[in-house]
């Protein structure tokens, strides 16, 4: 993320923290930004850490949810958090832990998805996303609908992190989907709710897998926009 290199590329960080860290794919950003950073990588998802830790041998890997950070006060330079803001069972007690352990003056960087000003392709993402937060909400793991971008930066701010800058991003350009890859997506979601047959919501979440296949049709598949939050810590 060229943003995120050029404000961090005069500043000195020699370890990082990676919060909800899943298989990886935000370390990817990081070991660009910070090339010679010590990098930590911590979830609460142990299948997540062995892959990731499988592609990241220079990565450490703790299994640690957010709302509890098992280390002393002001540990890392940075601290970041990548698509796993609405997975949080508390996201207020997990930004004041993430606080907690960033060293005064340290930073700590926020990507997540958002919900709300997402073209039609992305509002086909934001519903394949809400089917699959339902059924795991069904199922109780934590995972609630993506947040609006102005309640990200709420949080943001009611914990006392200074925002320095933050800007919008997006995956991918509107993509068309083949009727083969909506029929792949669409498999995938009856799998998965065939894990809820029992449940009441089960008609409605049915209903919502044709839903995709029409809309998917019609206006394609996009991620929906991230924002990114750069914030100090005083
Ligand atoms: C969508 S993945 C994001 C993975 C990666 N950070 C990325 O950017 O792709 C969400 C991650 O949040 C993790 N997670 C769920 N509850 C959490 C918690 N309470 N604290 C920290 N991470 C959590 C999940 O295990 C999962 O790995």
Known sequence: MR????????????????VGTGSGNFLLVLKDIFPTAKITGV???????????????????KRMS??????TNHSFNVVSISMALHH??????????????????????INELFSDNLNEAQQVHRM????????????????NQAFKKHEILQFVNEAGIEIQFHFEH???????????????????MKKRLDTVKTHPDYEILKLQINEFREKAVVYGYQSATRIVIVGQVL
Not at 44 to 57: G, H, Y
Not at 88 to 96: G, K, M, S, W, Y
């Open 128 to 143: 394949v996303h809400h089917f699959g937060s339902r059924i795991d909400r069904i199922q109780g793991i934590n995972h």
């Open 170 to 188: 997006k995956k991918e350009e509107n993509k068309k989907l083949t009727s083969v890859e909506i029929e792949e997506k669409v498999v995938k």
């Open 88 to 109: 949080l069972t508390d996201v207020d007690l997990a930004l004041n832990e993430m606080k907690r352990v960033v060293k005064p003056g340290g930073w700590i960087i």
């Open 66 to 71: 957010a709302e509890q950070l098992d280390f």
């Open 3 to 18: 943003q995120l290199k050029q404000f961090f590329s005069n500043k000195e960080i020699a370890n990082v923290l990676d």
């Open 43 to 61: 979830d609460p998802n142990n299948e997540s850490l062995i892959d990731a830790a499988q592609t990241f041998r220079d990565v450490s890997f």
